[in-house]
């Protein structure tokens, strides 16, 4: 259906889960893509089996010359920015009783300050583009409940959640067209999930097959990437879109 022809998309964390499925679909789709990863071996495979139409960039998204390098390459590359997804994260297990100051700060590192920097730059390079752009911020359910369990990136994702909002106002007021918004899934079936929960078994769980399956198919938070990169969404700024199956208002 071409929804993203002639758009030029950096996806974070596309080497697995749910930026690999992000970046296959948003090729398929018409999209030029920009792969980062800090795993080159899978990077470069899956920039291989797009084609032509990916790059790869290895990129460590708390870094910010990481950052200044990445967009540029892009530029170089294929000329132009228009769609950035935030994707990428960390995910360790500890409440705050268990969690160090130095793991809180690792994560905030990775999930908060790599988010803030990837806006910042990509802003950077879509203000003068003379067609839309979009940010999309990869959260989660836990910034708007809270998982006891996961303090760490319970407490980032809070912060992406706000940043996405700081960011969408921003850019409606400055009268650059560049839209941001937040998608909050719940249990997503990705090779970090199965690290956490490695009993847990896809096929009992349905994933891909049952509509109302406890945890969801990468592809599922794919197609509403989709919707928010392409111009179908134009009118969408600053939401925040959960991709839960109820699970959140069903423990209400």
Same mark, same amino acid.
């Given at each position: 259906?071409?929804?993203? /022809? ?12 749910? =930026?690999? %499925?992000? %970046?296959?679909?948003? @090729? ?13 071996? %899978?990077?470069?495979?899956? %920039?291989?089996?797009?084609? &032509? ?6 990129? &460590?998204?708390?870094?910010?010359? =990481? ?8 530029? $170089? ?11 990428? +994260? ?21 999930? /908060?300050? =790599? ?5 910042? !730059? ?9 067609? #839309? ?11 708007? *409940? ?6 760490? !990136?319970? =407490? ?5 959640? @706000? ?12 009268? !650059? ?8 899934? $719940?249990?997503?079936?990705? #090779? ?11 096929? +009992?769980?349905?994933? *891909?097959?049952? #509509? ?5 198919? #990468?592809? &599922? ?7 928010? +990169?392409? &111009? ?21």
């Amino acid at each position: 259906m071409n929804r993203v /022809a002639n758009k030029v998309a950096l996806v974070t964390g596309a080497a697995s889960g749910v =930026g690999r %499925a992000d %970046a296959l679909l948003l @090729a398929a789709e018409g999209a030029r893509v920009v792969l980062t990863d800090i795993d080159e071996d %899978a990077g470069r495979a899956l %920039a291989r089996e797009i084609g &032509d139409a990916a790059l790869f960039v290895r990129h &460590d998204i708390a870094d910010e010359d =990481g950052w200044r390098q990445a967009v540029a390459s892009t530029l $170089d590359c294929f000329g132009r920015l228009d769609v950035l997804v935030n994707n990428a +994260a960390i995910c360790p297990v500890g409440s705050i009783e268990d969690t160090s100051l130095d793991t809180w700060r690792r994560v905030m590192r990775t999930n /908060a300050d =790599g988010y803030f920097l990837g806006c910042k !730059y990509a802003i950077g390079a879509m203000k003068g583009n003379d067609t #839309p752009g979009s940010i999309v911020m990869m959260s989660s359910v836990a910034a708007l *409940g809270g998982l006891p369990m996961m303090c760490a !990136y319970t =407490g980032s994702k809070g912060a992406v959640t @706000a940043l996405a909002r700081s960011v969408a106002v921003h850019c409606k007021h400055s009268g !650059y067209r560049i839209r941001c918004n937040s998608i909050h899934p $719940d249990g997503i079936w990705t #090779p970090m999930t199965q690290a956490l929960m490695p009993d847990l078994d896809p096929a +009992a769980l349905g994933i *891909g097959s049952d #509509p109302m399956a406890r945890m969801c198919d #990468p592809r &599922d938070v794919a197609n509403l990437v989709l919707f928010l +990169a392409s &111009d179908e969404s134009r009118f969408v700024n600053g939401a925040e879109l959960r991709i839960d199956n109820a699970q959140l208002v069903s423990s209400l």
